[in-house]
């Protein structure tokens, strides 16, 4: 038998990948495309986060720095050795020294009268070992040698590891404070003796004429005795000076 040859069926190419007309990629070279672009929008909006983040540290920075320099108080920071490690210009106005020339040096020993050191040294052990403020009051030492008392509140510093870094002291000039309150003392002292002498005067004036009285007697009964009449005489001036004296100090205590 004659076999029929089956009639064959055209081969169809396959379809090829679908392709944007306007750019030479393929699908998948612009998704990568787009998701670069967007990483590199997300690098730059964070790199000028970062930017914007300094920036408001760095003017919070000069901000504190600002008020420390113009603050008109003492702004001191020791190592846990006691070593200067920076203050404020007040303090430079005190003592009469730059930061460059006692920076690393040893503040008790540089700035602080040797009679009053053991008195500082034992408020900074104190705040070194405490979380808590602690006060004390000590001269502190201007270059020509000058003092001027001080009153100090010292304050632990901790490192970001929460060790001890130094101490912060804080300290405010209460030299006129001082002076002031002693003429106010030396004043009611004054007073105080006034009141005193102003009744010794009158108590004392009471007992001159007394005396006198008796003296002015003696005088009449001596008469006759040239030499004891003299003596007599002589004791009643003394006691006519010295009723005066009184009279002086009584009127100076009451102005």
Sequence with gaps: AILRQQPTM???????????????????????????????????????????????????????????????????????????????????????????????EPWFERCVPPEERAIARDAFDHAMSSDKPCRSTHALLHVNGHRREVEWTNRLLLDFDGRPLGVLAVGHDITELKRAQAKVLQGERLAAIGEMVTGLAHESRNAL??????????????????????????????????????????????Q
């Design 209 to 254: 004429q007394r005396s006198q009285a008796c003296l002015e007697l003696l005088a009449l009964e001596v008469e006759e005795k040239p030499e004891a009449l003299d003596l007599v005489n002589r004791v009643l001036k003394a006691q006519q000076h010295l009723h005066r004296l009184y009279e002086d100090v009584r009127g100076y205590a009451a």
């Design 10 to 104: 055209p081969i169809q190419p396959l379809p090829a990948p679908a392709t944007d007309e306007r750019s030479p990629l393929s699908g998948v070279d612009t998704a990568w495309l787009r998701m670069d672009n967007e990483t590199n929008l997300m690098v730059v909006n964070g790199a000028y986060q970062a930017e914007q983040a300094s920036e408001v540290l760095r003017r919070e920075r000069d901000f504190a720095e600002n008020l420390i320099e113009a603050a008109g108080a003492i702004v001191l920071l020791l190592d846990a050795e006691g070593r200067v490690l920076r203050f404020n210009h007040f303090l430079e106005l005190l003592c009469g020294l730059p930061l460059a020339a006692l920076q690393g």
